[in-house]
T-cell receptor, first 110, second 116 residues
């Protein structure tokens, strides 16, 4: 079983819809990252969380440490939000390397 | 440049060839990571440097994989006798050890390796 699981694997939404991507992990962590990867492009860091909630523009990330769960929400989705969204964790006592989920491929249709 | 750069961006190798992939981290970043991303999957950790010291190489899949960072800046990932299963995107990331971004990793564009 992977240490980091994401759902759904694929998601299609109409422009303007609210999108939620979920991430569950099975290990103790010191931080959780949400990353965005466009086709053929590199990875961009969206959020780094260790507790609570963060917001940036139309993106909101939350984390529940007790439940080992995090969500990424996209409000008023737009076609330019189409990308792969990846959850990654920093496992406690394992250094600063990232352990990644499999990613969620999001397609927002106009 | 301001970001992490990697070269080449694309590499096609015949099975059995040796390849070398280069990463130029953000200037002053102490930490450097290599990750491997197979098609349709999330990245997986290969190795980690702090300055020139390779502190973790637990993710290297075989002894055909070798990484170095001799002067604590540029790093090279070398794959000897490439196999088809080595086909992947190789990502490099760097991170400062102190400051407000100390736990954030900045990724390069990746090198897409195709082994025929």
């Amino acid at each position: 079983k992977n240490e980091v699981e994401q759902s759904p694997q694929n998601l299609t939404a109409q422009e303007g819809e609210f999108i939620t991507i979920n991430c569950s992990y099975s290990v103790g962590i010191s931080a959780l990252h949400w990353l965005q990867q466009h086709p053929g492009g590199g990875i961009v860091s969206l959020f780094m969380l260790s507790s609570g909630k963060k917001k940036h523009g139309r993106l909101i990330a939350t984390i529940n440490i007790q439940e080992k769960h995090s969500s990424l929400h996209i409000t008023a989705s737009h076609p330019r939000d189409s990308a792969v969204y990846i959850c990654a964790v920093v496992i406690k006592a394992a250094g600063n390397k990232l352990t990644f989920g499999g990613g969620t491929r999001v397609l927002v249709k106009p | 440049g301001a970001g992490v750069s990697q070269s080449p961006r694309y590499k096609v190798a015949k099975r059995g060839q040796d390849v070398a992939l280069r990463c130029d981290p953000i200037s002053g970043h102490v930490s450097l990571f290599w990750y491997q991303q197979a098609l349709g999957q999330g990245p997986e950790f290969l190795t980690y440097f702090q300055n020139e010291a390779q502190l973790d190489k637990s993710g290297l899949p075989s002894d055909r994989f070798f990484a170095e960072r001799p002067e604590g800046s540029v790093s090279t990932l070398k794959i000897q006798r490439t196999q088809q299963e080595d086909s992947a995107v190789y990502l490099c990331a760097s991170s400062p050890l102190t400051g407000p971004s100390y736990n954030e990793q900045f990724f390069g564009p990746g090198t897409r390796l195709t082994v025929l």
